[in-house]
Each structure stands twice: as C-alpha cells, then as structure tokens.
C-alpha cells in the first residue's frame, strides 16, 4: 500500500481487498513492488544526504531495510525460532519460572551474573560489562521484561553463529543495517525463548487469542504476547 501511494489513495484507488489479493496469489510481484520502493526510498534519502535537508536519513533507512526484512519472512526466522524452543526445552523452562531458571542458567553455563541496578543515574534498559561478566538490569523493569533481557544476551551467548548465518543469506546496504538486523534478530530468538512455540500456540488457541489472558497465564507484558503473536507463521502450524 506504501509503494503503491497513487493506486492505494485518492479517486481511482485501488480497493484493499484488491491489494490483499496481489500480495496473496502473486507474492513475487508484491516483493518486486516492494524491492522497487525501496530503491526509490534510498536514492532520495541518499539526495536529501547530500544537500543536508535531513541529518538522520541513513539511521531511517537502517530501520526501514530491517523491517522489510522481516516482513519479508513474515516476522517468523524458522531456524532461530526452532534452537530458541529447544534450548528453553533444554534448560528446562516453566511458565512460573523462566526468569529464575535463566538466570541460573546463565551464571552455571556462561559465567553471568544478573544483576539489578539501584543508581537512580542508570537510564539504560540493560548494560551487560562482558569483562566482568555481569548482566545489569533496570530496577524498573517487570519480571517478564528482566527474562526478555537474559533472553536477548543469551541469544548472542549461545545463537550468534547461526545468527550470523541468517545475516550472510541477506544483502545488507551497510554495517549499521546489519548490526540493527542482528539486534532484531537476538530479539526474535528471545521472545521465542521466553515464550516457545508450540506451547504458546497451543495456549493461544485454547485461550482464542485473548492477549490480556495470554499475558497473564505466562506471566508477561501485553506487548510482548502480542508480538508473539504476530510471528505464529511456522509451516502447518500457523496462528490467526
């Protein structure tokens, strides 16, 4: 709808449900669609660099290259999403005790101490000092939020290479893309820890994708189940 401003806009606007149908049964040509905006969105970006009218354009960009990354593999990255559920199921994850059990798990396996910050000048969400090997976390953040960070780090602990894997498949237009794809990436790989697949699809469809109820029995924030949601693309096991 974004690539196609004229024809998804104004008097002789294509109907949505129209759109729905191109990026339906002809997705090679709603890609194409897609890949062809891009490139005018980075030729502009690219003249609005060089006559300074827009000082943030390449951090824009970076943020817009990865979205299209993800929504062209529907906000699903199957290979992490399936070693996040098995190592939640290695390490023994229940829905009362995510938070504990990773943070033991981090101490015994890599050495990380968790730990939470009561410098009222700590602004950050987390800060993890690797020469120390301490996961320092904001006092303000809720349990579900803290098991979401020791996710993240774990991600890059014990998922790196194969996140470098799914990064090598991709053609990315500068480092700063790439760092910012391998973040959402860590992400990727720690919601699907803190709340695996097949368990959650399940609840998901016993509870009829309530969000507020889905929150409550795992015990995390309403944004991050709904997230969740959002990425239940795996093959013959798909959500709504």
Do not use: C
């Not at 890059?156 to 500068?174: H, M, S």
């Not at 693309?233 to 959500?239: C, I, S, T, V």
Request: proline share 4%; aromatic share 10%.
């Amino acid at each position: 709808r974004e690539a196609l401003p004229e024809a998804a806009t104004g008097p002789g606007a294509l109907p949505f449900t129209d759109l729905q149908q191109v990026a339906g049964s002809m997705p090679e040509v709603a890609d194409a669609v897609v890949k062809l905006h891009r490139q005018y969105r980075e030729v502009l970006a690219h003249l609005e660099t060089l006559t300074d009218s827009r000082t943030q354009t390449p951090t824009l960009m970076a943020h817009e290259h990865v979205r299209d990354f993800f929504y062209r593999h529907n906000n699903y990255i199957d290979p992490l999403d399936r070693a996040a559920e098995e190592l939640a199921k290695s390490v023994g994850t229940r829905r009362s005790e995510v938070r504990r059990r990773l943070r033991t798990y981090l101490q015994t396996e890599h050495q990380v101490r968790v730990k939470t910050s009561n410098d009222e000048d700590f602004k950050d969400t987390y800060y993890f000092d690797e020469a120390d090997r301490t996961l320092l976390l904001a006092a303000d953040l809720r349990p579900g939020q803290q098991a979401f960070q020791m996710a993240t780090l774990l991600a890059f602990l014990e998922a790196d290479e194969l996140i470098e894997q799914v990064l090598d498949a991709e053609d990315w237009p500068d480092a700063t893309t790439r760092e910012l794809a391998r973040i959402g990436l860590a992400h990727h790989f720690a919601g699907a820890f803190v709340l695996p697949y097949s368990p959650f699809f399940r609840a998901a469809e016993r509870l009829r994708y309530d969000v507020e109820q889905l929150a409550q029995y795992f015990g995390v924030g309403y944004e991050t189940v709904a997230h969740r949601l959002s990425t239940l693309q795996r093959r013959n096991l798909r959500g709504v």
